[in-house]
């Protein structure tokens, strides 16, 4: 399978140093992948970076066969869409309101939702089960609702592939499974996944290729099997993993962590 | 009306659900109340004009008494059209700047415009007091000029390599604003009519909308008339603006021209409302925050009814400000800080979530 999205040693520095260094990877059409390493090691510039919001200070990242920097604004839009960590949204916004938001690329200047956009904006909300939520006020839904928000946000602008930035944070077990189902769902319906996954015991039997990058270690690609190892996970993360996060003993279940 | 007003409150306190009123309605409903105050402002007076010689005036061409026509067109309705222009100006540039900084305590002088204003229009009255231009007085034009001369000073001390920090325009804005109103008592003490000076930078900072000239009034009319479509546009951008900055770059918005564009039909209307009416307070602040109330925080929706709003509570204050002590007058901003500033602290202490409305 041709790859969709490739990024070619790229580095990435701020003022206060390098975040990146040379990461080389490439997410295949219709894949599922995790993104881990250690806090601090660049997941979220790296997503970043992936839809186009930074610019690398040297390699370069294409979509398709096309430089993605080369490519307009909203011509990435309508391929990538980043759901943040973190929506901050001031004044009493309703749910739908904000989904609604997603079409943004695909409306001109003074005209307003056509049909289309109507139906992207509802299939965003059920897919993610949202509807129910839609005349609620964002400010006022409990964390794991907002994170669903997030996702139909981020699937209105209909793109092929999503980057999830640890989409599953802050949420207890239950709304972590629901979560993980969720990105099972919208893999299924054809979308591409790529997400920054804190809770390592969440990935096998989801993802199927894992990305690993820590400032201690050179970048990795592969199966969940071939990264989840502990001796690997330890030098990533300079601690030893706990027991269920690895996969020495076979494939560990998400649901088996959650008991 | 009030009714559907008092439920949708009380759901919005229960934080259920977020009522929101249709808009034809509420629309239709605020055009009806901006005729009923326009019709009230032209009758009542310190000379009165009954509605029945004005109704005879129009639908029966029976005229006027001369002084009751002269009253009439050069002096009443020049300041009423004025009135409601400078209430939806200020309402306006309240509504686009609350939406740019994210921040329901945002309004039309926080980024300066206030104390540039002030200075331009204290040079005016010194050096320049006799001139005017279009009927406009030097020292409203020096008012406008020196409000957008300080935003755009403003604006380019807040961006620094590309971009613009939302924290920094505003704490700029609020100290070149604080330094150009005191440095505006200097310029009055080089002023050798000092008394006189004196009393119309008085009047003029405590909002007086007085009575323009016609061509004032198309003048101001036509810019109003360029910035209305403009703020259409800018409102849907706005909507998007509120998932922050870096969101809305993602969804392909011009993040730092639409702030621009922001900034400048924003002062536009600002010192449009302060060539007309000097420094009229809190209508920017408040008018904006009740239409969110009542319509919710979709600026698109908001314009049409911040607009309205914003006309007829202006014109009711200006005429409340000319009948109630006449036939000496009180300056409407004085008014306004009167009856606007409890009204504001009580919405402040009724909507006590972070977010603001």
């Known amino acids: 399978m041709s790859a969709f999205l490739t990024f070619e040693d790229v580095s990435f520095s701020f003022a206060q140093g390098k975040v990146l260094d040379r990461a080389s990877f490439s997410l295949a059409q219709g894949s599922c992948t995790a993104l881990i390493g250690p806090n601090g090691g660049g997941k979220t510039t790296l997503l970043r970076i992936a839809a186009g919001l930074l610019t690398p200070t040297s390699g370069r990242v294409l979509l398709g066969n096309q430089p993605l920097l080369s490519l307009r604004r909203l011509e990435i839009a309508h391929e990538v869409a980043l759901v943040p960590q973190q929506l901050e949204v001031p004044f009493s916004f309703t749910v739908e309101q904000i989904v609604e ?159 | 009306m009030e009714a559907e007003i008092v439920q949708f409150v009380a759901g919005e306190e229960s934080g259920s659900s977020s009522a929101r009123l249709p808009l034809g309605p509420v629309v239709a409903v605020l055009a009806a109340v901006l005729v009923i105050a326009i019709v009230l402002a032209i009758t009542c007076g310190a000379v009165r004009i009954p509605l029945e010689s004005i109704e005879a005036c129009f ?47 945002a309004d039309p002088y926080v980024i300066g415009s206030s104390g540039g204003a002030v200075l331009g229009a204290s040079v005016g009255m010194v050096l320049l007091p006799q001139v005017s231009w279009m009927g406009f007085s030097a020292i409203a034009l020096l008012a406008f000029a020196g409000s957008v001369a300080t935003i755009a000073i403003v604006y380019s001390l807040a961006r620094v390599g590309g971009t613009t920090q939302v924290v920094t325009l505003l704490l700029a804005g609020f100290a070149v604003s604080t330094m150009l109103s005191y440095s505006s008592y200097f310029v009055e003490i080089l002023d050798r009519d000092y008394g006189m000076g004196l009393r ?14 016609w061509t004032q009034v198309g003048v101001v009319g036509l810019l109003l008339l360029i910035a209305l479509p403009a703020s259409a546009v800018l409102a849907r951008r706005l909507n998007t603006l509120a998932l922050g900055d870096e969101y809305a770059q993602q969804l392909g918005v011009k993040v730092e021209s639409v702030r621009i564009a922001i900034i400048i039909v924003g002062s536009l209307f600002a010192a449009v409302a302060v060539s007309l009416g000097g420094l009229i307070g809190f209508v920017g602040l408040i008018v904006p925050h009740l239409a969110r109330l009542v319509m919710g925080p979709d600026h698109l929706r908001l314009l049409p009814v911040t607009a309205l709003t914003g006309a007829a509570f202006l014109v009711l204050t200006d005429t409340l400000a000319r009948t109630v002590m006449a036939p000496s007058e009180l300056p409407v901003g004085i008014l306004m800080a009167l009856i606007g500033g409890p009204f504001f602290l009580y919405l402040l202490r009724r909507t006590k979530r972070g977010y603001g409305a």
């Open chain 1, 101 to 259: 938001q997603g079409r943004t690329p695909y409306l001109s200047l003074f005209g307003g939702l056509k049909a289309q956009d109507r139906r992207a904006i509802e299939r965003a909300m059920e897919l993610t089960d949202v509807t129910s939520l839609r005349h609620r006020v964002y400010n006022e839904l409990s964390g794991g609702e907002r994170q669903r928000v997030k996702i139909a946000l981020g699937l209105a602008q209909e793109p092929r592939l999503l980057l999830l930035d640890e989409p599953t944070q802050n949420l207890d077990f239950g709304r972590q499974m629901d979560l993980i189902n969720l990105i099972r769902s919208l893999h299924s319906e054809g979308i591409y996944i790529f997400a920054a996954m804190h809770d390592l015991t969440l990935i096998p039997g989801t993802f199927s290729s894992v990305v690993l990058i820590s400032p201690f270690e050179r970048l990795r690609q592969g199966s969940p099997e071939e990264i989840l190892k502990s001796d690997l996970l330890e030098r990533a993360f300079r601690c030893p993993p706990p027991r269920s996060s690895t996969l020495q003993h076979g494939v560990s279940t998400p649901s088996e962590f959650a008991l």
């Open chain 2, 59 to 105: 639908l029966h061409s029976r005229p006027l008494a001369p002084d009751q026509q002269t009253i009439l067109l050069d002096v009443r309705l020049p300041r009423i059209v004025a009135a409601a222009m400078v209430g939806a100006s200020l309402s306006l540039a309240g509504l686009l700047f609350q939406g740019l900084f994210r921040n329901p305590l």
């Open chain 2, 200 to 213: 119309v930078l008085a009047s003029w900072l405590h909002g007086s909308i007085g009575v323009p000239r």
